[in-house]
C-alpha cells in the first residue's frame, strides 16, 4: 500500500508526458496548432516592409522572448580587464596564430574569468571567424599541448572518463572530431571557442557563474523575467565580440556565431540579441533553439524545463504542457536574425530535437527574409538528407546522430564562402 501511495505521488510528479520514455515521436499525433505568423504585429497590424518590421514588429517578438522565454540580460556591463595569456605565430604546424585571451569581468568583490582560445589564419587579412562555445573545455578541441586546461567546474561525463567534475589533461583532443581546425584555416576563416562553464556552470545553481556578478543585496536568484543560463552563455557571445571588435587583428572581421545543440540554442539567442554577428549558425540545436515548440514533438517545454530548470527564464514554466498559451514559436527566433545569414542544422538520427521542427521553423522565418530580397525556405516539402538548401536563410538535414561532423562543417564554410566573402 505505502509503495503504492509512492507510486502514484512520483507519476504525479513526473507526469508520463514530460518524460524523455515517452516523447512523442508519431507525426500523426502532432497536434494541430496555428502558427503564430511573423507579419502580423500582436495588435492585429498587417507588416509589409522591411522598415516597419525593423521598428514594430522585430522588438515586440524580442521583447516577448526575452520575458516569456529566455530572460532579460542586466542593463549594465560589468567592468572588464582582458589579458594575453598565451600567442604563438607558428601554430598549427605553422599555418595559423594562436591567442588564449583570458577575460575578467568584476563587479563590488566578484569576479569571473573566461579563457578564449582564438586560432587566425596566418595567410589571410580579415579573416571571417566562427565562434562558438565547447561543451569540456578549450583543450579538448585541439591536441596542441599549449592550450589551457580550465578549472572550472564541468559535469562528469563517463564516456569521456571526466569525474569530480573537474577537467584534466586526459581529455586533450577529446572532442577534436568537432573541431576541424585544419580545415577551418586552410579555408581562410578563423575560429574562437571558449568553454561555456567558465560563463555559467551548467548545473541549476544559481549561486556561481556570471549571474551572481549582477545580484542586488540579498538577491540569490534571477526574478521570474530575468536571465537564465542560456542567456548568461548568449552574454558571454556578446562580451567575446566585444574583444573581437577591439583587438587589432580581429576588429575587421565578420563574426558567424555557432553553436550545437545547447550551445546552439544560445547562439541562437545571441545572434537574435546582437546585430554586429554576421551569420549565425544553429547545429541541432531543437527544442528551444530551432525546433517549434507547439508540436511538442521530442522534447517538449515541459521536458526541458524539468530536465534543465535553469536554462529559460522562470516565467517560460507557465508553457509547461501549455503551448498554445504562447503568442510566438521558434520560427520568430529565427526571423530575428534576418536579413543576416542564418543556417539551420539537423540530423536525421536527431529525434529528440525535432529535425522536421527545426526545418519548419526555417520555413516559417522565410518571409521575413523574403521583405529584405533575401532567400529563404522555398517549399513546406523537406529536403532529401544530404541534399543541402544553401541560401541565405539555409537548412540541411544529414544523415547520423546528434553531433557536429566533418560534412556539417563542409557545409558551413561552402555557405560562408558565398554569403560572407
Ligand atoms: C539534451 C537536451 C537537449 C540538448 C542536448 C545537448 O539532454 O535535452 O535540449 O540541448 O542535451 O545540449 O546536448
Redesign the pocket.
Known amino acids: 500500500m505505502k509503495l503504492l501511495v509512492h507510486f502514484t505521488l512520483l507519476l504525479f510528479l513526473y507526469p508520463m508526458s514530460s518524460s524523455k520514455a515517452q516523447a512523442l515521436y508519431d507525426e500523426n499525433n502532432v497536434p494541430f496548432f496555428k502558427v503564430p505568423n511573423p507579419l502580423t504585429t500582436f495588435e492585429g497590424e498587417k507588416i509589409s516592409t522591411a522598415s516597419v518590421w525593423k521598428n514594430k514588429r522585430r522588438p515586440e517578438i524580442l521583447q516577448y522572448f526575452t520575458n516569456e522565454v529566455y530572460g532579460a540580460f542586466p542593463a549594465h556591463k560589468p567592468h572588464l580587464s582582458s589579458k594575453i595569456l598565451e600567442k604563438d605565430h607558428n601554430a598549427l604546424g605553422g599555418m595559423a596564430k594562436r591567442l588564449q585571451i583570458e577575460q575578467t569581468f568584476s563587479r563590488d568583490n566578484k569576479s569571473l574569468t573566461f579563457t578564449i582560445l582564438l586560432y587566425l589564419p596566418k595567410e589571410v587579412a580579415n579573416a571571417p571567424i566562427f565562434l562558438g562555445y565547447n561543451f569540456f573545455g578549450n583543450h579538448t578541441v585541439t591536441d596542441e599541448t599549449e592550450v589551457l586546461v580550465s578549472t572550472a567546474w564541468t559535469n562528469n561525463n563517463a564516456l569521456l572518463g571526466i569525474t569530480n567534475h573537474t577537467l584534466t589533461e586526459q581529455t586533450r583532443g577529446a572532442k577534436s572530431s568537432r573541431w576541424p581546425l585544419t580545415q577551418i584555416i586552410e579555408a581562410g576563416y578563423g575560429l574562437a571557442t571558449i568553454y561555456y562553464g567558465e560563463v555559467d556552470p551548467d548545473k541549476n545553481d544559481f549561486s556561481d557563474g556570471i549571474h551572481a556578478l549582477f545580484y542586488q543585496n540579498g538577491q540569490q536568484h534571477p526574478k521570474e523575467n530575468e536571465w537564465g543560463s542560456i542567456a548568461a552563455w548568449a552574454w558571454g557571445l556578446h562580451r567575446t565580440m566585444d574583444f573581437l571588435e577591439r583587438y587589432e587583428e580581429t576588429k575587421n572581421s565578420k563574426v558567424i556565431v555557432f553553436g550545437h545543440?545547447?550551445l546552439g540554442?544560445a547562439a541562437l539567442w545571441a545572434g537574435a540579441n546582437d546585430e554586429r554577428f554576421a551569420a549565425v549558425i544553429s547545429n541541432n540545436s531543437?527544442?528551444?533553439g530551432a525546433a517549434m515548440s507547439k508540436r511538442t514533438y521530442g522534447?517538449t517545454i515541459a521536458t526541458?524545463n524539468q530536465?534543465f530548470p535553469h536554462w529559460f527564464c522562470s516565467n517560460f514554466q507557465k508553457y509547461n504542457n501549455n503551448e498554445t498559451a504562447l503568442e510566438v514559436d521558434q520560427h520568430q527566433l529565427l526571423a530575428l536574425i534576418a536579413p543576416r545569414p542564418l543556417y539551420i542544422a539537423s540530423a536525421e538520427e536527431d529525434r529528440?530535437a525535432d529535425p522536421k521542427g527545426e526545418f519548419l521553423a526555417a520555413y516559417y522565418a522565410t518571409p521575413v527574409y523574403e521583405l529584405f530580397k533575401k532567400k529563404g525556405i522555398p517549399s513546406l516539402e523537406m529536403p532529401v538528407t544530404n541534399t543541402p538548401i544553401l541560401n541565405t536563410l539555409a537548412y540541411h538535414i544529414r544523415s547520423g546522430k546528434?553531433d557536429i561532423t566533418e560534412y556539417d562543417w563542409e557545409q558551413y564554410i561552402k555557405w560562408a564562402n558565398r554569403f560572407l566573402r
Do not use: L, P, V
Request: hydrophobic letters at 20%; proline letters at 0%.
Open positions: 545543440s545547447r540554442k531543437g527544442c528551444g522534447e526541458i530536465r529528440w546528434h
